[in-house]
């Protein structure tokens, strides 16, 4: 995907960012690119919500993917 560059309050490119919680997973956003600290409070979603199927099956996926290590140390333990 391709966004235009968009600036924060402070005058420089912010950084796109992906979220994984359950309401918006797979949803992208913007916010500043500077360290914390120094950062200012701008921040903006730069797409559409997904279709809820669609989100579900994101959100099921990253869950079966953050179980496989766990998954794979319990084999590996037998």
Not at 37 to 50: I, S, T
């Amino acid at each position: 995907m391709s966004w235009s560059t968009i600036n924060c309050q402070c005058g420089i490119a912010t950084r796109i960012f992906t979220a994984f919680p359950p309401t918006n997973v797979g949803r992208h956003f913007c916010k500043c690119s500077k360290p914390n600290g120094y950062k200012c409070d701008y921040w903006k979603w730069v797409d559409d919500p997904l279709h809820p199927r669609v989100a579900n099956l994101i959100h099921n996926l990253k869950n079966e993917n953050d179980n496989l290590p766990r998954e794979k140390k319990a084999l590996e333990t037998r």
